[in-house]
């Protein structure tokens, strides 16, 4: 039997499940907002860890595509003190494949593969318990009804309230994310700092990350703790208005006044650190959000969740691996179900697990975010010492 399946969104989750059913023979529909695979940018890398993220390429098909893009040397991770010293400079040995590095882009398009994507369908609602099926309201006044329905919509999913009310809450961290392009020929200091993965520099509740892409493309991140509104009024909430002669607002698309904002909250830090700001292009702010853990709900039948849209928790190379191997996992349960009982008992499976396993990892990623912006710098370098010995 072949049930009417849709899944919202084309992220990691949605891919992935969509993915593994085409191996499976089963239609699926994907379904996304966005016009076309690179109508925005991709985000940043992702390290795919061998008993999450890779399992669920394997169940795809899709392992050894995976083994020849990614960058094993990426899994490398080196900590600095805000004055430069290293203290912390970790290398993986050269058959590590433990946690390889991929860009999110070309994971995209590994996935897509021969998936017929239906871009430029934004959904607005998703209503179960028609009669006919789960009917989805798409942008376009349009609408369709499905057997199943899969919510891989991200943070703010239109999908979880016909499961759900619950809705993503501030962790008090605030990132804002920069980048530099050919590093290696136009910062080849800055290039040796990083490393050829990750580099780190922990403060008083503030830290920086840089992080390699390929191409030379490296992403740069600063984490601080702040009010949600801490760019309205710099004086009041961050203390830098007065030290550092800005205004009392800031404009968030004002690339040099966020440039200058930053350098002033970063200030006494060792000057190469401070040139992964300096040198940086555009900034964007990203406020991290978080659902409540363990986030779960009573079963709806027809309508289930994977990914951010389930289990949105803090961004520490966990949520994308756990997104896959679900998505990997639904699609395995799906594609073996016979009739509507059957794919309804395999979906209440599924949820069950998923809330577990789920449950699990956003106390640890909470906790780890607690310690990573921290008002003890050590707290850091404690955690990175628990799960990456030196």
Do not use: C
Request: hydrophobic share 40%.
């Amino acid at each position: 039997m072949r049930h009417r399946i849709a899944v919202i969104g084309g992220g990691p989750a949605g891919l992935t499940f969509a993915r593994v059913l085409h191996r499976h023979d089963h239609p699926v529909t994907v379904l996304e907002r966005d016009p076309a695979p690179d109508a925005r940018p991709p985000g940043g890398t992702l390290d795919l860890h061998e008993n999450l993220g890779q399992l669920a390429l394997d169940k795809a098909g899709l392992l050894a595509e995976f083994q020849a893009l990614s960058r094993p040397e990426g899994q490398a991770m080196r900590i600095l003190g805000p004055d430069g010293t290293v203290l912390r400079d970790w290398q993986p040995r050269p058959d590590d494949r433990a946690n390889p590095e991929i860009d999110r882009g070309q994971l995209r398009d590994l996935l897509l593969g021969p998936l017929d994507v239906q871009w430029g369908r934004g959904v607005t609602e998703v209503v179960p318990g028609t009669g006919d099926g789960v009917l989805v309201r798409f942008a376009d006044g349009r609408q369709e009804t499905f057997d199943l329905v899969v919510g891989a919509d991200g943070a703010w999913s239109r999908v979880r309230p016909a499961v759900s009310s619950a809705t993503p809450h501030y962790t008090g961290v605030t990132s804002v994310e920069t980048s530099l392009d050919d590093v290696d020929t136009r910062y080849p200091d800055l290039a040796r700092l990083i490393g050829d993965g990750a580099m780190a520099v922990y403060g008083v509740n503030r830290n920086l990350v840089a992080q390699r892409n390929s191409g030379g493309h490296v992403k740069v991140y600063a984490q601080f703790r702040a009010p949600l509104d801490w760019h309205t009024n710099l004086d009041r909430h961050m203390g830098l208005n007065r030290r550092a002669g800005l205004d009392a607002g800031l404009d968030l698309a004002d690339a040099e006044a966020v440039r200058s904002s930053l350098l002033a909250l970063f200030d006494g830090w060792a000057a190469p650190v401070l040139d992964l700001l300096r040198h940086g292009t555009a900034f964007v702010h990203r406020p991290l959000y978080v659902l409540p853990a363990p986030h779960t709900w009573t079963h709806v039948p027809g309508v289930t969740l994977l990914g951010d849209a389930a289990h949105l928790m803090p961004p520490l190379g966990v949520g994308a691996n756990l997104a896959m191997l679900e998505g990997a996992e639904l699609a395995e349960s799906v594609a073996v179900s016979q009739g509507p009982g059957d794919l309804d008992e395999a979906i209440r499976a599924f949820e069950e697990q998923m809330w577990a396993r789920a449950g699990r990892w956003a106390k640890i990623t909470t906790a780890g975010l607690e310690r990573l912006v921290s008002p003890d710098p050590t707290e850091a370098l404690a955690f990175f010492d628990e799960v990456q010995p030196s």
